[in-house]
């Protein structure tokens, strides 16, 4: 539900604190400089100064502690324009401050909740003038002192700076929000690495970047052997570990630049930007021992071992998928000699010392 204790409501509840001690706290001003000269009951001005005073504490802590905090601010916001509506009859229609509170009110009203809330605004505002003529009488006071004038600037310069900031500051949140969504979005849920999609995203870019300015690189497929025994052998949980173990590896071991990703179910990718073929089968082959070399001290029967296929970019290359397929035969290969090894599309290379982390 929207207005839940935990979520948006009271999120909603606290953007609209501040905003209300500045409103009412500012437009208090404008009220007393227009109904000063006419003289009303007292008890207009303790409702004055309980209004602008007190209600946005009392507001808060309302919504605050109650089961529905969004539905209770909402009220809140009606209570807000009942009151406006109030005080533009109890001072009598005064232009400027009249159309000072109404406006800098409509638009709290339609930051708070676009039209629905802006409508349900008007509605209560004008319930507010027509309590406000029950109790004091009707009249229309059209001429606006200088003190009144000035006792509007505060309501039309600092309401509107305060209102924008919350929105300011609302918007930066929703862009985090946004951004957070979009890298779930691209990321496996189980591993943390680049999704299927976009990983293959990614080979598209990078293959566009090393035809573009002729750099070189190379693509890694990398299979868990057996791993549907493992999975038939220890359950499904083991077999996560183990697929959750191998990407902690693949962090560890990969340079910042590689791009790592889940290809699917057992198989993971690895694009390695500016490796050449030694490079790239030492930083393999060191991925594999240390998988290899993992020990589950609650499972001592269970062995990982990766199979390997790698292909280096070169210009002859059509596209993406012939450069991944050439990677997916050299796996193909390391499968049929006999799995847990590392196989190059063109062979055998003298490894060479390279910037991967040990």
């Known amino acids: 539900m929207i207005d839940n204790r935990s979520g948006k409501g009271l999120s909603f509840v606290k953007r609209i604190y ?13 009220v007393m400089a227009a109904i000063a000269p006419l003289h009303l009951p007292d008890w207009t001005w303790a409702l004055l100064l309980f209004n602008g005073l007190l209600w946005p504490h009392v507001a808060y802590q309302w919504a605050l502690r109650s089961a529905t905090p969004y539905q209770a601010e909402q009220r809140n916001i009606l209570l807000d324009s009942l009151m406006g509506g109030f005080w533009t009859a109890a001072m009598q229609f005064n232009p400027l401050p009249t159309v000072t509170i109404l406006s800098m009110m409509t638009m709290n009203n339609v930051a708070a909740g676009g039209v629905r809330v802006l409508l349900r605004g008007l509605l209560a505002q004008v319930c507010g003038m027509l309590l406000a003529t029950a109790l004091l009488g009707s009249g229309l006071q059209l001429q606006a002192s200088s003190l009144q004038i000035l006792a509007c600037l505060p309501m039309l310069t600092l309401y509107p ?10 918007a930066i949140k929703l862009a985090e929000h946004k951004r957070r969504l979009s890298a779930l979005s691209r990321t496996d849920s189980l591993t943390g690495l680049l999704n299927h999609g976009s990983w293959k995203d990614t080979l598209l870019l990078k293959f566009q970047i090393c035809r573009q300015q002729q750099l070189p690189a190379v693509v890694a497929l990398i299979d868990i052997d057996h791993f549907k025994t493992i999975n038939d052998t220890y359950g499904h949980v083991v077999g996560d570990c183990v697929l959750r173990q191998l990407s902690q590896e693949l962090r560890r071991n990969l340079r910042e630049d590689d791009l790592a990703g889940r290809y699917g179910g057992d198989e993971f990718c690895v694009i390695l930007p500016g490796t050449h073929e030694a490079q790239a089968c030492q930083a393999m082959e060191r991925l594999r021992e240390r998988v290899g070399a993992y020990r589950n001290p609650q499972l001592p029967a269970l ?3 990766l199979s390997i296929g790698l292909a280096d970019f070169r210009p002859s290359l059509g596209s993406p998928e012939q450069w991944l397929e050439e990677a997916d035969k050299a796996l193909y290969t390391a499968k049929r000699q006999g799995r847990d090894q590392v196989n190059f599309a063109h062979g055998e290379v003298t490894p060479l010392k390279l910037a991967y982390p040990e």
């Open 161 to 170: 700076l305060a209102l924008g900031w919350v929105c300011y500051q609302l």
């Open 18 to 30: 501040l905003p209300r001690i500045i409103g009412l706290g500012i437009g208090l001003f404008s």
């Open 303 to 305: 062995r990982i071992t």
